[in-house]
């Protein structure tokens, strides 16, 4: 599932300059679905737990991430599990955002976003 605001916050990142990776227990196929759904463009690079072995929140798969991205000096976790997203990226130091996509409560992605742009 697609969130409505996800393509327009992902754009809205990358117009400021920001890299988009996705970091994802998911399926190998995670890249080819991207493309299917129509969003490969928007994001820099996929890490799937089907590929690199390790699942969130194993500090192992963040630290895999940060080591192929070049260990950038900004980077944010941004993810809707609090444990899977956001105690597993602040294990290895890596702020992270706790959002509730498709709800009418709690942060939205807008509101992620908002945070790493200020």
Known sequence: MVFPEAASCVGRLRRAGCRNVIVSNHVPELEQLLHDLGLADAVDAVFSSAVVSWEKPHPRFFLHVLDQLGRP???????????????????????????????T???QLSDAVDTILR
């Not at 609090?82 to 509730?100: H, K």
């Open 73 to 103: 000096p900004h980077v944010w976790m941004v993810g809707d599990n609090p444990v899977a997203d956001v105690a597993g990226a602040r294990a290895v130091g890596m702020p992270a955002l706790l959002v509730a996509p498709g709800t």
């Open 105 to 107: 409560h709690g942060p």
